[in-house]
């Protein structure tokens, strides 16, 4: 874990080694304070030298202003590289995280994600900065501090030092119970989040069917799970600090004790005593530092583990060597494909259909016959395990998921805006897009008029999820998407469902313009929409019941003509 942690600091080892050289300076800055005060009670005022004093008193002068500027250094620069190490972090984590099948996505909640990313980014950056600079500075001060008072005296170093490994031993058995416990606030402040962000999106639902008392319910009683977790970390952690601390004070009163016995039997001078009260105070600074290392890598590691857990997470695959899909006719061959969710529920079973290019294939059936699952696996969002997809006689698992996805376009029933402008989402599309290409698009998506309409035109704000459209609006805009992308391939998925009767006529007409010399999968409930497709194909829990054209399937009297009586 460390070792990965460590490979973050590769890209600014350069700003990270100088942050690290102005630590260890300061730190010898630090010891050079009690060394003149030693020479200053025992040689300067017995001696009268003022000449002396005045120099002392230039040199540390001169040193105070040294570490003001070394300290500014490692205050800015320090923080300034973990702030581009959580930025790294941050990014790869989010590229990461596009990779990952939609299956990561159903089975973890947004918050959750969200508070992985922001939450412990931020405490793993506090580590990257404090963490080894703070140990750099301990150490040094340590090492330097033992080695100078062993040349004052071996005897009372020896006692001093004797008591180090008890308080180590107490640092490290507590150690554990305070990773243990604030890997447990980070779930459950990522539990909050997901609840706050679920409540918070679905405010309009609440209001609508009045049930605030419900839904604080639920949000307090995530929110005390979080407290009560938080409380029992503190305890620990409490536990831990005042156990520290009284072990560090007991260390104080040995060496104030013996050291003044040692001056009172002349074994030591009255400037070694004093040097020795400060190297000791000094010796305790960095134990404090140590102390507050501890944790603040609790804090920092039990965030990176977390972020690693999503690095770790299986991306979705690709084989070693992608073939680029390209000038696609649109010929889709699908052969013996089985199909089933992680509860084991099987959505489709050895199901084989064959699309020609430019011909409109119509979907239609009961809800759960695997219509929309058959569209999802086409794209790749949900990978089989049986059988074979072809686009063009190659098979979709051996082809780069970037150019299958290029060459497909999708509206869905479930339309998703970004937050930002009508032409941000509409230049999804195809970017870099032109005015007039997004306008001609928005045209045949017959928003164009709509649009123009708005103070903003199509730099309008539309709101989280384009809260300020209605339905309607909003799949107007995805359907102006494709028309913007333009792709070989085209799945829509209910994609005139939120539209009124007239408009859905107007796009049913743009769309058909669209669908010449090109591939569609369309699945549809309203089935006068899908009456000129070249096929229908009715699948139900036993696959494919019946297929043909719409005449040819009310003849025949069978599930299909049902549903259109209904």
Not at 356 to 383: H, M, Q, W, Y
Not at 495 to 523: C, F, G, H, M, P
Request: charged share 25%; with cysteine.
């Amino acid at each position: 874990m460390l070792k990965e942690f460590i490979k973050y600091y590769k890209p600014y080892k350069k700003l990270f080694a100088l942050d690290l050289l102005a630590a260890f300076t300061v730190a010898l800055c630090d010891l050079v304070y009690p060394m003149i005060t030693r020479n200053i009670m025992d040689d300067v005022v017995p001696n009268k030298d003022t000449r002396m004093l005045l120099v002392f008193a230039v040199t540390l002068l001169v040193i105070f202003i040294l570490k003001a500027g070394l300290n500014y250094f490692m205050q800015y620069w320090g923080h300034v590289v973990g702030v581009r190490m959580q930025a790294d972090m941050r990014s790869y984590v989010f590229t990461h995280l596009q990779k990952l099948p939609n299956s990561y996505f159903n089975d973890n909640k947004s918050g959750v994600i969200m508070s992985r990313i922001i939450n412990d980014l931020m405490e793993v950056s506090e580590l990257a900065h404090h963490g080894p600079e703070d140990l750099f500075i301990s150490l040094v001060m340590l090492v330097g501090a033992f080695f100078i008072l062993i040349g004052i005296n071996v005897e009372l170093t020896l006692i001093v030092f004797a008591i180090l490994p008890i308080i180590l031993l107490y640092a490290i058995t507590q150690r554990k119970r305070m990773n243990k416990a604030f890997k447990e606030t980070r779930v459950r402040t990522g539990d909050v989040n997901a609840t706050l962000e679920n409540s918070i999106a679905g405010m309009k639902v609440t209001k609508s069917f009045c049930t605030q008392k419900e839904e604080l319910e639920k949000f307090n009683e995530s929110n005390n799970i979080f407290k009560h977790a938080r409380e029992s970390a503190y305890k620990v952690m409490a536990e831990y600090f005042s156990g520290m601390f009284l072990l560090i004070d007991i260390l104080e009163l040995v060496v104030l004790i013996i050291a003044g016995y040692f001056t009172y039997m002349n074994r030591i001078t009255l400037g070694d005593f004093a040097a020795y009260l400060l190297y000791v105070k000094m010796f305790i600074q960095p134990i404090r530092k140590l102390i507050n290392f501890t944790e603040q890598y609790q804090n920092g590691m039990t965030g990176f583990e977390r972020f690693i857990e999503i690095i770790n997470e299986e991306t979705e695959k690709e084989c070693e060597n992608p073939i680029e899909l390209k000038n696609v006719e649109g010929n889709i061959e699908i052969e013996n494909v089985s199909f089933k969710y992680e509860n084991n529920n099987e959505v489709l079973s050895n199901l084989s259909l064959s699309v020609e290019a430019g011909k409109t294939i119509a979907l239609v059936g009961p809800s759960g016959g695997g219509k929309t699952t058959l569209c999802n696996l086409i794209p790749r969002f949900f990978d089989f395990e049986e059988g074979s997809i072809k686009i063009d006689g190659i098979d979709v698992k051996d082809v780069s998921l970037d150019s299958l996805r290029k060459n497909i376009g999708v509206v869905a029933q479930d339309v998703f805006l970004f937050t930002g402008t009508i032409r941000d989402n509409i230049v999804i599309g195809k970017s870099g897009a032109s005015e007039e290409e997004i306008i001609d698009a928005c045209k045949k998506a017959k928003i164009h008029d709509f649009i123009q309409s708005l103070p903003e035109g199509y730099d309008t704000y539309i709101g989280e999820r384009g809260v300020k459209l209605s339905g309607g609006q909003k799949q107007r805009v995805s359907i102006a998407r494709i028309f913007l992308k333009n792709p070989p391939i085209m799945i829509l998925d209910e994609a005139t469902s939120a539209l009124d009767n007239v408009t859905e006529y107007e796009i049913q007409k743009s769309l058909e313009e669209l669908s010449s010399d090109r591939t569609n999968l369309v699945v549809a409930h309203r089935l006068s929409t899908i009456k000129n497709a070249d096929e229908i194909i009715v699948l139900t829990d036993n696959g494919i019941e019946e297929r043909g054209t719409h005449d040819e399937l009310i003849k025949k009297g069978g599930v299909y003509s049902k549903l259109h009586r209904k």
